[in-house]
């Protein structure tokens, strides 16, 4: 059986209530995904030990964290937790905040000037430092940091500790986008190098599209959809209001450089799709984002477009989108699942109906 | 001698009971300020009040009710005297601790606002970074709020220093025991020796304000780069 996260919590305040009960798997990146007073900050201190639910059960990899009887305070749960303003802390250098969760996880008895090598640690200070490309400033204070540093400290700092789950509330939410472009990558990094499970909050439907492999939707308090995230991503029976954001996430491959025209092949779900060149190497592993706005359907393939790809697809079925003037298609591409958006007329005049061969076209693909 | 010998005995005493009731007090506040600013009990609001009690109390109700407490028919008092320690009215530890209620609001307050001060953030952070609680007391709280406690700790002193009614109600004036600055002035003053009045009272007040001097020209606050 896979590791996996059993939460079941139930929180009452004046004018909020959260209620779950959930199961997810502890591995890969999962995103606590909805608005700002949907709960997700709330479930994810819960989870952190930060919030006491007076009802609540929750058990890591088949470790319990919180019954009826047991409580194991914050400061003994294997957690890392970055939160949304870096909180590092402001009376010691950069260093000195890494250095403090890192001093106290360590097993007692071990001599500290040890390497590495010689713990069971499978994460290092070193390590840390290194892959949020910290080292320039473990000598400065944290009031001398700009904001993107900030944060990266914070993320050093939580990995430090060595943890076995990884708690984030939103580290990007307090940046501005120049920043949140500076501080993704290394958020992919930990996505593609880290084997621990990463919990990651947030609002914002590109972070969750780039980052995540699972994805829980809340609202109000409550858990509205959770699963893997294209097939949560794609499900029509959901009141996901993610408006002109509705679409899906595939992984792909870089197959083909096409120089003259600055384009891209990527091998995605049995097929093949143009795309700018973001200049990723050939045979690199990417994820594509496909807006459901940007595909449209035809029932013959045209060639005479100016959109390069046209794949034939099949219809799974129909849903309501935002506006009634328009629906959303669940399709089947080669095995995969692709969201179009269309008018509620032109469903009406190709006679869109499920199991109907159709052909999408796809008129951007974005390379996150 | 500009000062005479009795001048630095109580000068000498005075800076002995406010060093010692200032640390006492280290020890006694700011467990109570940390609980004064952490709790959510509703026994905030009362605890709350009487320890600002002594801010307001006259000083001679206050060292009445400490004499009767300590004397030899007070709950204090047969205590300290079943320990074998005496009585504490008019000898030197019962200066102190008189003065330790006489002050205390002057260490509690500002080191519970610097308490607050901090917020649960930081709190928090070092929780997740394998802090116990007595552990974040001492490598979180107290060094970001070390600016508040250095202030209570330089209010306490001086307060200290500038008490005389309780002193007089629990001191009593013995020389070298219990007659501390200020009621030395006030021998000098009934005995109508106005010049030696005159140079303590100097003295003192030279001291309150170089003391107030420091607590405003160094404003923990602001110590940006």
């Known amino acids: ?235 029509l029976d959901l009141p996901i209001r993610l408006g002109e954001d509705a679409g899906v996430v595939l992984d792909g491959r870089v197959a083909e450089r096409d120089a003259r025209w600055h384009l891209l092949r990527v091998a995605c779900c049995g097929a093949s799709l143009w795309t700018r060149d973001t200049g990723a190497e050939i045979g690199a592993h990417v994820r594509l984002r496909i807006l459901a706005r940007d595909v449209s359907l035809t029932r013959e393939p045209s060639h005479e477009s100016s959109i390069q790809n046209t794949l034939p697809a099949k219809v799974l079925s129909l849903g309501d989108d935002s506006h009634p003037a328009l629906r959303l298609v669940k399709l089947e591409v080669s095995g995969s699942t692709v969201l179009a958006r269309v008018t509620r007329r032109s469903a009406e005049l190709l006679g869109l109906e499920p199991e109907q061969s159709v052909y999408a076209q796809i008129k951007a693909v974005a390379l996150l | 001698m500009w000062l005479t010998e009795t001048d630095l005995e109580a000068i000498w005493l005075t800076l002995r009971v406010a060093t010692v009731t200032t640390l006492i007090l280290f020890a006694v506040g700011t467990p109570v300020a940390w609980w004064l600013a952490r709790t959510r009990s509703r026994w905030k609001g009362p605890i709350g009040a009487v320890v600002a009690l002594p801010l307001v109390l006259p000083p001679s109700v206050l060292g009445f009710y400490l004499l009767v407490a300590m004397g030899p028919n007070g709950p204090v008092g047969q205590l300290t005297e079943r320990l074998g320690i005496g009585l504490l009215p008019f000898t030197f530890w019962g200066l102190v601790v008189a003065s330790v209620f006489y002050s205390f609001p002057f260490m509690v307050q500002p080191v519970q606002n610097a308490f607050e001060a901090i917020g649960d953030r930081p709190l928090e952070a070092a929780a997740t970074l394998r802090a116990s609680p007595l552990d974040r007391f001492f490598s979180v709280a107290l060094p970001l709020s070390l600016p508040g406690l250095i202030t209570a700790g330089i209010l306490t002193f001086a307060h200290t220093v500038g008490e005389f009614g309780v002193v007089l109600m629990i001191g009593g004036n013995i020389p070298g025991v219990t007659r501390v600055a200020s009621v030395q002035i006030y021998d000098y003053v009934e005995a109508l020796e106005y010049a030696n009045a005159h140079r303590l009272a100097a003295v003192m007040l030279v001291f309150s304000f170089l003391v107030l001097l420091i607590l405003y020209v160094w404003n923990p606050g602001g110590k940006k780069r």
């Not at chain 1, 709330?42 to 009887?69: F, H, M, N």
């Not at chain 1, 120049?178 to 084997?195: A, F, G, M, N, T």
């Not at chain 1, 780039?210 to 699963?227: K, Q, T, Y």
Request: charged share 25%; hydrophobic share 40%; net charge neutral.
């Open chain 1, 1 to 235: 059986m896979l590791p996996q996260i059993e939460a079941r919590f139930r929180v009452d305040w004046p004018g909020f209530t959260l209620a779950l009960d959930e199961r997810f798997p502890a591995r890969g990146v999962t995103a606590l995904f909805g608005h700002s007073g949907s709960g997700k900050t709330t479930l994810l201190r819960c989870i952190a030990g930060l919030e006491r639910a007076a009802q609540g059960y929750l058990s890591v990899d088949g470790e319990v964290w919180q019954d009826a009887k047991t409580w194991v305070p914050t400061h003994r749960r294997p957690i890392g937790y970055v939160f949304q303003e870096a909180s590092l802390f402001p009376h010691l250098t950069v260093l000195g905040n890494l250095r403090y969760g890192q001093r106290r996880s360590q097993p007692k008895g071990r001599a500290k000037e040890q390497g590495p090598e010689t713990g069971q640690a499978t994460f290092s200070l070193e390590q840390a430092i290194e892959l949020l490309g910290i080292g320039h400033l473990l000598a400065r204070r944290p009031a001398a940091l700009s904001g993107g540093e900030r944060q990266r400290v914070g993320m050093a700092r939580a990995l430090a500790v060595d943890p076995r789950m990884l708690l984030m509330d939103e580290p990007l939410a307090a940046l501005d986008l120049k920043r949140k472009q500076e501080i993704l990558p290394y958020l992919e990094r930990l996505h593609d190098e880290l084997d621990i499970p990463v919990i990651y909050v947030s609002h914002s439907p590109d972070e969750v599209a780039r980052l995540a492999d699972h994805i829980l939707v809340m609202d109000a308090g409550r858990v509205l959809a959770s699963g893997p995230l294209n097939e949560t991503l794609s499900r």
